[in-house]
């Protein structure tokens, strides 16, 4: 039996078949990525957000914002974040997979 509801994968399934949505989602992969290794060398430090910021000198409201992916960091930001969790800042490139 059904709920009446739509499970969110349903939704972004639908989603991805617009090119220009597609497009968009896409280029924020970037910004995923980055996110998603902040707090996974934060959560490998056993580290809280507070923490980092106080190892950082910063506020936690700046973690978290670094960690929501809704700011560009500085190379100089990322290497404290580093330098705060115990990790090191490794930066590389690698070839477009786009045609």
Avoid: N
């Avoid at 968009?24 to 980092?52: C, H, K, N, W």
């Avoid at 974040?81 to 115990?86: D, E, H, L, P």
């Amino acid at each position: 039996m059904s709920s009446g509801r739509i499970a969110m994968r349903d939704i972004a399934k639908e989603w991805l078949k617009d090119p220009e949505f597609r497009a968009e989602y896409e280029a924020l992969g970037p910004e995923f990525a980055l996110a998603s290794a902040l707090i996974e060398a934060r959560s490998r430090a056993r580290m809280t957000q507070a923490q980092v910021a106080e190892a950082m000198g910063t506020t936690q409201a700046v973690i978290a914002r670094l960690e929501g992916g809704r700011v560009k960091p500085s190379t100089r930001t990322l290497e404290r974040f580093a330098k705060a969790t115990g990790t090191r800042l490794r930066i590389r490139f690698e070839p477009d997979r786009t045609p």
